[in-house]
């Protein structure tokens, strides 16, 4: 999963032309992704702590999702470092440490519309 810096966090709104940096991944310089049994575990907790309720809408599990404990709902790991950035309009995307995150990024530009995925893509390794 990618995370983008969300604007209307900002203390002021950001231009329509402005920059929107993506993080693909950000986890050291080795790949973790969450194993099986870890993600039986976490499944198991949350199933547990679920028992027994009644949701009447989605808005009420989106509710209970976001109130478990961090130790619960967040999960460690993930991929290496790989950052998007871009100026809406701009044929040209910048990509910063090409790390495993590089994967899921191109996954998202291989399905994107050809006609306004950018052209050309600069890499750069630290």
């Known amino acids: 999963m990618a995370l983008t810096v969300p604007t209307h966090r ?3 709104p950001l231009p329509a032309n402005s920059p929107v940096v993506t993080v693909w991944g950000s986890h050291g310089s080795i ?3 969450v194993g099986p049994e870890e993600l039986r575990s976490r ?3 949350i199933l547990l702590l679920a028992s027994g309720r009644v949701w009447r809408d989605d808005r009420e599990v ?5 109130g478990l404990a961090p ?3 967040n999960f460690t790991g993930g991929n ?10 701009c044929d040209d995307m910048v990509v910063f440490d090409a790390g495993s995150g590089l994967r899921l990024l191109g996954e998202k530009w291989r399905s ?4 306004t995925r950018p052209k050309k893509i600069h890499l750069f390794f630290s």
């Open 62 to 66: 989106e509710e209970f999702l976001l």
């Open 71 to 73: 130790g619960v709902a």
């Open 80 to 89: 290496t470092p790989c950052v998007q950035w871009e100026v809406p309009g």
């Open 43 to 45: 499944f198991r907790r």
């Open 10 to 12: 900002l203390a002021s």
């Open 112 to 115: 994107s519309d050809p006609q």
């Open 31 to 33: 790949p973790s992704p």
